[in-house]
């Protein structure tokens, strides 16, 4: 069950927290005047704050996503205590999003091992939520730095009583067939939620068929002011929720401060999205890719390990997260994308999808490989499988690290099949005593984490 993420008497002290930080983060020059003589900008801004409010002791590379206040009785002890409790609040969104079928949610696990590897450290705050929703085609904003490269918005999904009964219909077989986590739903993906003027009504539908408020991150904020009032007001009222708003410039984030009260904007994230804000940082995929040539692409802003569903064109496609790279631009996988006409012919061909394209297991005749950007190193009594991007697997194997050495060499050879690998090694003079079982046990432990893959497969990346 979820809880509020504070209690209504801490409301005033992270509001203003929160704003005094956003200010570091969005506004050139305000971070260096603020560590030079902290009391004077908190009585220029006028933010009811002590210098000891916003102080917080330097990120412990032990504990990368936790913040400690340097006074934990001031107000900016409250304040780390609430985003401690959204960060947990993640980890758990990733164990709650597991779909209930078991071929989808063992599927998704095996993703979620490789994107541990794939991605380095960004693959904690990806929630691996199993299904998404359009309600546009295309995207009215055109962010330069879009990191889905959505394009220019060609039509809209609206809330006519024939779309209607088909949208709650979906809801339910969706809710039939992944069980709560359809609940982490989004009503975006490469579009713009606030784009479709009837967003609210299927948000509406949403959460009176599936639980829950659905997240909004939104980059026409400003332009929305009076549209959002509302909806803020009910994720407030609710407490269990936030919202995301991209803000575009500073003057884009002054106006939201001056239509919202830092209390209002508690449980709304601002993300600095414009080149000249100190905490500006960009995913290098997509459009972004496009604009920064001298960077290489990496990274991804996807978040959904299942089915992108666009109401407009009626597709349902199967993705995942990715680093992105030449043939992944947008920092996704795809793995299939059909079309549907109406909700029952959409629940066939998920769990078509689910049956064809979501491999869980290996066939003893499945040529196996692993992924470039992987290296082997050995330990004593373990071994790590190391990524270019800064993650590892570790696993301990006592006396048996030349045994597990050799099943990688020869799937990195990428020429082998389970079988052939298993019996190479069970023939070898090398490993005398060596079990076939326990060659099985290996080689299934490191597909399950993704670090092995069929060659030319549906399990992860084409290597």
């Not at 979820?2 to 506004?27: H, Q, S, W």
């Not at 990120?59 to 900016?76: F, I, N, Q, T, V």
């Not at 909004?216 to 609710?238: F, G, Q």
Request: with cysteine; glycine share 6%; hydrophobic share 35%.
């Amino acid at each position: 069950m979820r809880e509020r993420f504070f209690d209504e008497k801490d409301r005033n002290a992270i509001g203003n927290v929160k704003r005094f930080l956003e200010y570091e983060n969005m506004i050139p020059g305000f971070l260096e005047e603020a560590a030079a003589d902290p009391q004077a900008v908190i009585d220029k801004y006028g933010f009811p704050l002590t210098p000891e409010d916003v102080s917080f002791l330097p990120m412990d590379p032990a504990r990368p996503r936790h913040l400690e206040a340097r006074y934990p009785d001031s107000k900016g002890g409250i304040y780390a205590g609430f985003v401690n409790r959204k960060l947990e609040h993640v980890q758990m969104l990733v164990r709650e999003c597991a779909p209930k079928e078991p071929r989808f949610a063992r599927w998704r696990e095996e993703q979620m091992g490789r994107c541990m590897l794939d991605l380095g450290p960004q693959y904690s705050s990806i929630i691996h939520v199993p299904v998404v929703f359009e309600l546009a085609k295309g995207c009215s904003v055109g962010c330069e730095f879009c990191g889905l490269n959505a394009g220019p918005l060609r039509s809209l999904f609206r809330y006519t009583d024939e779309n209607a009964m088909l949208w709650k219909d979906i809801l339910q077989r969706l809710n039939d067939l992944i069980g709560p986590a359809a609940a982490e739903a989004t009503l975006y993906f490469a579009t713009e939620p606030l784009d479709n003027p009837d967003y609210e009504l299927f948000m509406r539908d949403f959460r009176d068929i599936l639980g829950n408020l659905p997240q909004i991150t939104t980059a026409v904020s400003a332009r929305n002011i009076e549209r959002l009032r509302p909806l803020i007001k009910e994720l407030n009222d609710d407490g269990r929720f936030i919202y995301r708003f991209s803000v575009l410039s500073e003057e884009m984030y002054h106006e939201l401060c001056r239509a919202f009260t830092a209390e209002e904007l508690a449980l709304v994230e601002l993300l600095p999205q414009y080149e000249q804000a100190p905490g500006n940082h960009f995913a290098v995929t997509g459009r972004c890719d496009d604009t920064k040539d001298e960077i290489p692409a990496g990274g991804t802003i996807s978040c959904v390990t299942g089915f992108i569903i666009n109401m407009c064109e009626k597709t349902v496609t199967l993705s995942t997260p990715t680093w992105a790279d030449a043939a992944h631009s947008e920092g996704q996988i795809v793995y299939g994308k059909e079309t549907f006409k109406d909700g029952a012919d959409l629940q066939v061909r998920m769990e078509r999808m689910i049956s064809e394209k979501m491999k869980v297991y290996i066939e003893p005749d499945d040529i196996l490989c692993t992924y470039p950007y992987l290296k082997y190193v050995k330990d004593e009594g373990s071994v790590r499988i190391e990524s270019e991007h800064g993650t590892a697997f570790v696993l301990e194997v006592n006396d048996d690290v030349n045994i597990v050495e050799k099943v990688f060499e020869l799937v990195s050879e990428g020429c082998y099949t389970r079988r052939e690998i298993v019996t190479k090694i069970i023939k070898s003079s090398e490993y005398p005593a060596v079990q076939s079982q326990y060659l099985f046990y290996l080689i299934n432990r490191f597909w399950s984490k993704g670090i092995f893959v069929e060659k030319g497969g549906l399990h992860g990346k084409e290597v």
